[in-house]
């Protein structure tokens, strides 16, 4: 089973509000990911977790806070989005850092 | 900074021809190499995966790697049109436990 599962697939926000994507995958990969994508555009690495451990952080601003609660979860809490967050957020695992990583189906946010 | 480069297209082929779609790379100390294919509206689908010098084929994707170019290809034999879609080339740079995208190429099959 290579699926990595994605909630909500659509979110549409306030600038004051409070929201959580979730992910989910039982491949038993201990890497974890979360990428912004804008139209046109490759995926831009937000964060990496490994072993449950943020990993890698890409400067992302605080307004988007990751947790890792186990190693099947990943979730990204977002507070006082802009407008230009706007983008498809995606998830991806790996069995281990830096390997090929298996995508969701994303979350398409707009931030109003 | 580590830079992956792809031509962005579009790259237009005969059904039935050989579409293929290149990537060349900075780091000379790239460890494995990537390609994705993402349709319109969809997230990226990991298809074929390379760390030596070389081919590596299945089914109708063969990837190639040069390292001492520093390019990796992908050739996909008797294109359909259901392959119509932008091919990422990706790739974990020397030293790094993350994976460089390159910005894509789109691959239009005409029938």
């Known amino acids: 089973d290579t699926e990595v599962t994605q909630t909500p697939k659509h979110l549409v926000m306030g600038m004051t509000n409070k929201k959580s994507l979730k992910c989910e995958q039982h491949?038993?990969?201990?890497?974890m990911y979360w990428y912004k994508q804008k139209a046109k555009k490759p995926p831009e690495l937000m964060f990496v977790?490994?072993?449950?451990?943020?990993?890698i952080n890409e400067s992302v601003p605080s307004r988007f806070s990751p947790e890792c609660p186990n190693s099947s979860l990943l979730n990204l809490h977002l507070h006082a989005l802009q407008p230009e967050d706007s983008a498809l957020y995606l998830c991806?695992?790996?069995?281990?850092?830096?390997?090929?990583?298996?995508f969701g189906q994303g979350t398409r946010l707009t931030v109003v | 900074q580590k830079e992956v480069e792809q031509n962005s297209g579009p790259l237009s082929v005969p059904e039935g021809a050989i579409a293929s779609l290149n990537c060349t790379y900075s780091?000379?100390?790239?460890?494995?190499f990537f390609w994705y294919r993402q349709y319109s509206g969809k997230s990226p689908e990991l298809i074929m995966f390379?760390?030596?010098?070389g081919d590596k084929e299945d089914g109708r994707f063969t990837a190639q790697l040069n390292k001492a170019s520093q390019y990796v290809s992908l050739l996909i034999r008797d294109s359909q049109p259901s392959d119509s879609a932008t091919y990422l080339c990706?790739?974990?740079?020397?030293?790094?436990?993350?994976?460089?995208f390159g910005a894509g190429t789109r691959l239009a099959v005409h029938p």
């Open positions: 991806a695992s790996s069995q281990e850092l830096g390997q090929g990583a298996f």
């Open positions: 780091d000379r100390g790239s460890q494995s």
């Open positions: 990706a790739v974990r740079a020397g030293g790094y436990n993350k994976l460089i």
């Open positions: 390379i760390y030596s010098n």
């Open positions: 977790y490994s072993y449950e451990k943020l990993s």
């Open positions: 491949m038993g990969h201990r890497a």
